[in-house]
């Protein structure tokens, strides 16, 4: 009878330790179990570089969001406040206010969102001392990724789609992408 030979033993017992180290370990006799992760407080705040496209005009500017909520096992809701500051291609001032909410879903360290938003637009005049302006809704769907954590401290990026319709005055469409960075507290359960 012949004997396996050694790289096929060597790789039957590395498969074997790396699946024993991949199960979970049993809790000590006497410990507690560990308890679902159950609601909190949350706060998260973003800083990013923001595109839009409004009657095909490029608008670049700076975005600024506060998200106030709570987590609720893998899901969270959040109340948000935006601020973007931009310039259009052609050198108008632009700000847009949105105010809304935001449905969350995370998946270990990635986050699916859906802010939902009403927002102002207002883009400032060259020949005389006022604005267009207007209101509007949108969404803004994204991704997030957690880059480092600690203790309810994370550190993300975020990737989102800005997708707007402004309603009053004249009807327009805005789109544009945004690239955030951020931090999330989350109050220990």
Known sequence: MRLPSTPFVFAVLLVSARAAADEPAAPAPGAPAAAPVGNRFSLKVALGGDYRSLYGVPIY???A???IGAEMGLFAVYGTAGLTIATTQYGLATTIID????????????TLGLPLRPSYLR??????????????????PFV???????????LFLAASM?????????????????????????EPP
């Open 65 to 67: 969001h506060l998200f």
């Open 144 to 154: 997030g990724f957690d880059l480092l954590a600690s203790e309810g401290h994370v």
């Open 162 to 186: 800005n997708l707007d319709e402004y309603l009053v005055g004249s009807t327009s469409f805005a789109w544009g992408p945004t690239l955030s960075i951020g931090y999330r507290d989350d």
């Open 99 to 110: 105010l809304g909410c935001s449905f969350e879903r995370r998946f270990d360290r990635f």
């Open 61 to 63: 500017g700076g975005d």
């Open 123 to 140: 883009i400032s005049r060259v020949t005389t001392s006022g604005a267009l302006d207007s209101l509007g809704v949108g969404v803004a």
